[in-house]
Every structure is written in structure tokens, then in C-alpha cells.
């Protein structure tokens, strides 16, 4: 039973346009939500992060929104580059970020075409 | 530069034999994760300590996986024996959790191939 939902296996989006990344999560008790990026032959470093009680983190070029009541998180990137192509996780975890055991979606394959 | 450094890279083993990976977490952090990457699974958490002491290993079989961190500067996940369904991407991520830090930390994974 899968708690962390990446239902978009792969996306592709031209240069400078915006791209938009999906999580559906399912555990009430998460309450803190993290993005990992990924490149092949590397481990996912860590993007941007947002607390329960926000519906709105922005750092720099990249947005993550939270709505709560449909348990639903997404990551703008606006505007996408090539060299945002990278596999991206999105991972829930059950106290504000002070817990442990990060619960990671299959992740989505972004392609930014030049 | 403080990185999670992971031990070996790569790895071929037969079916049977045992596998031992390593890693070294960040000086200072207080929680070491092992990650296992799969096509079918993703990102499944194995295990995690914090100070040292095991938290969770309920995502890892027991008859044949076991993690450690003999000291705080290392922590092994070991096979015996290795399954060809054993073959993915081990990674290690370390955290400084509980001090209001945030993410973890991940090495480059170790790459276990068994045949």
C-alpha cells in the first residue's frame, strides 16, 4: 500500500516553460513534505521542503504548493531548464522534519527540452 | 565538503554469497537511513538509526539482511546470502534530526548486482 503517490511516471516540458510535478499522499499523520531531485549514477539531493502548516514554500525558481484537505502536494519550476532533467521524489515524513523515516513516491522523470 | 561516502560503488556477487556495503555518514549527524532502490518499488526505507541504536528494520528482511553502525562513524548493511531479487541501489542518507534540520543527506548508492 503505497502512502506517497507519484501517478506520473514521466514528464516532458520545452525550456523556459513551466513544469508541475504531482504527489497524492494518503497517511493523515504526514505532516512534513520534501522533493528530492535525482541524475542518474548520483543519490537524490534534496530541493525544497514544506511544513503542514504552510500551503506555499517558494526558493527561487522552484515552488512546492500543499493543499491539505485533498492531500495533495506539486512542485512548479518555473522556468524549467535542461538541466533540470533529473528524476524527482517526493517524500513525506509523521513530525515536522524533526522524525525520521522519510516515505518516498516512485519519483517522476523530467525532461526539459532545449 | 561533508558528503555521505558510500562503499563500494558497484558490486557482482553470485547468488549465495555474502554482501557487506558501507557507509560513512556526515560528522555530526545523529540519523543514518539505508534506501533501497528498485524499478518496481522505488525508494524503500530498509532501516534507520539514530545515536547508533536501530529505530526501525521493518522493511528489511530479517533472515537474510542485517544493519549496524559499529561506531558513530559507520554503518554496514550486510547480505547473507545475496538473492538475484537482491539486485538494486543501496543508499545510505545521514540527518541531523531533532535539532530542526530538515532533510536527509544520501551517498551515491551502492550498485549490487547478483547473478
Known amino acids: 500500500d503505497q502512502q506517497v503517490k507519484q501517478n506520473s511516471p514521466s514528464l516532458s516540458v520545452q525550456e523556459g516553460r513551466i513544469s508541475i510535478l504531482n504527489c497524492d499522499y494518503t497517511?493523515?499523520?504526514?505532516?512534513?513534505f520534501l522533493w528530492y531531485k535525482k541524475y542518474p549514477a548520483e543519490g537524490p539531493t534534496f530541493l525544497i521542503s514544506i511544513s503542514s502548516i504552510k500551503d506555499k514554500n517558494e526558493d527561487g525558481r522552484f515552488t512546492v504548493f500543499l493543499n491539505k484537505s485533498a492531500k495533495h502536494l506539486s512542485l512548479h519550476i518555473v522556468p524549467s531548464q535542461p538541466g533540470d532533467s533529473a528524476v524527482y521524489f517526493c517524500a513525506a515524513s509523521g513530525s515536522q522534519g524533526g522524525s525520521e523515516k522519510l516515505v518516498f513516491g516512485k519519483g517522476t522523470k523530467l525532461t526539459v527540452n532545449p | 565538503d561533508a558528503r555521505v561516502t558510500q562503499t563500494p560503488r558497484h558490486k557482482v556477487t553470485e547468488m549465495g554469497q555474502e554482501v557487506t556495503m558501507r557507509c560513512q555518514p556526515i560528522l555530526g549527524h545523529n540519523t543514518v537511513f539505508w534506501y533501497r532502490q528498485t524499478m518496481m518499488q522505488g525508494l524503500e526505507l530498509l532501516a534507520y538509526?539514530?545515536?547508533?541504536?536501530?529505530?526501525?528494520d521493518s522493511g528489511m528482511p530479517k533472515d537474510r539482511f542485517s544493519a549496524e553502525m559499529p561506531d558513530a562513524t559507520l554503518a554496514t548493511l550486510k547480505i547473507q546470502p545475496s538473492e538475484p531479487r537482491d539486485s538494486a541501489v543501496y543508499f545510505c542518507?545521514?540527518?541531523?534530526?531533532?535539532?530542526?534540520?530538515?532533510?536527509?543527506?544520501f551517498g551515491q548508492g551502492t550498485r549490487l548486482t547478483v547473478v
Open positions: 542518507a545521514s540527518g541531523r534530526y531533532g535539532t530542526g534540520d530538515t532533510e536527509a543527506f
Open positions: 497517511n493523515s499523520m504526514f505532516d512534513y
Open positions: 538509526f539514530r545515536n547508533r541504536a536501530p529505530l526501525d
